[in-house]
């Protein structure tokens, strides 16, 4: 076993570009706001060095079909982070609760087992004002925090990977 003279050191994912290779799931419903969230994560990456040519994008018809994809992306092992974009709106009905908590589970549960990072970029929110506020007014876009959040991520297992722990 090798001695790691940085062992006490902070590991941290830095915003640097290494040949990362990042899929986006986007979901149609609400496509208003999807889109904005898609440029956002879009802006970030290539703002932080990644090539368009290094980002694929797939749609998905809503939220509640963004794990099933993000998993079948994440099992190729060609991607260094999914980013999944959605924008759930809460309804006069319960339909929402089920769809942003299946959303959300799914997600986790896809990046627990397969150790590939997939970043929760999906809104949820009582209000569609609350929802362009969050697409790129007044509270920043949660596109683009998910777009550093990944290459932050990515960075990270490379890291990690390489670490003798
Ligand atoms: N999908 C969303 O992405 N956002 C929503 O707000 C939403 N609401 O409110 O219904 C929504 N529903 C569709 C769902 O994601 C599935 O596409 C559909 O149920 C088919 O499986």
Request: charged share 20%.
């Amino acid at each position: 076993m090798t001695f790691d003279t940085n062992r006490n050191l902070p590991i941290v994912g830095n915003l640097i570009n290494s040949e990362f290779v990042f899929a986006i799931v986007c979901s149609r419903f609400n496509d208003t706001i999807t889109k904005r969230l898609l440029e956002g994560a879009n802006d970030a990456l290539i703002r932080h060095g990644v090539s368009t040519s290094d980002i694929y994008e797939i749609w998905v018809p809503g939220a509640f079909e963004i794990p099933v994809v993000a998993k079948t992306l994440a099992e190729t092992g060609r991607y260094n982070a999914i980013i999944c974009l959605g924008a759930i709106i809460r309804g006069s009905t319960g339909h929402y609760d089920q769809v942003a908590n299946q959303c959300a589970s799914g997600i986790q549960k896809v990046q627990i087992d397969t150790a590939i990072p997939t970043i929760f970029g999906v809104l949820t929110t009582d209000t569609i004002e609350q929802a362009i506020e969050r697409s790129g007014t007044k509270a920043g876009n949660k596109g683009y925090e998910s777009g550093l959040s990944a290459l932050e991520m990515a960075n990270l297992m490379k890291q990690l990977d390489k670490k003798d722990f």
